[in-house]
C-alpha cells in the first residue's frame, strides 16, 4: 500500500496518496552529449554530458513537468501500458 503524504494547508490538513506515472523515455547520442525526451509529454526533455546524467535529468524534468501540470490544474496524459512495457527505456515517479 503506498505511503500517504499530508500537505499542510493555512485551515489544517490534507491527505494526499502519491500518484505513479510511467513513461517511455528515448534517449540518444546528441554529439558529445546525449539528448533524452519523454515522447508522450509536450516539452518534457532534457540533456547530459553521459547517459547517465542524461537519465537523471529527465527524471528530475519529469517531475517538474508534472508538478507545474498539477499546480496549473491541467490533465496529465496516461501513457499506454503496452507502449511502456514494449519501450526499451521507461521511467516512473510517486506524484
Known amino acids: ?5 499530508t500537505i499542510k494547508r493555512d485551515v489544517g490538513y490534507l491527505s494526499v496518496s502519491p500518484t505513479p506515472f510511467v513513461y517511455r523515455v528515448v534517449v540518444e547520442p546528441d554529439g ?3 539528448y533524452a525526451e519523454i515522447p508522450a509529454l509536450k516539452g518534457c526533455y532534457s540533456w547530459g554530458r553521459t547517459y547517465a546524467e542524461a537519465l ?6 519529469l517531475e517538474l513537468w508534472l508538478e ?3 499546480e496549473d ?3 496529465i ?3 499506454n501500458p503496452r507502449t511502456v512495457r514494449r519501450a526499451p527505456l521507461s ?4 506524484v
Do not use: S
Open 1 to 5: 500500500m503506498a505511503k500517504k503524504r
Open 77 to 79: 496524459p496516461i501513457e
Open 68 to 70: 507545474v501540470k498539477r
Open 73 to 75: 490544474g491541467e490533465p
Open 91 to 94: 521511467i516512473g515517479v510517486l
Open 32 to 34: 558529445n552529449r546525449y
Open 56 to 61: 537523471r535529468n529527465i527524471k528530475e524534468a
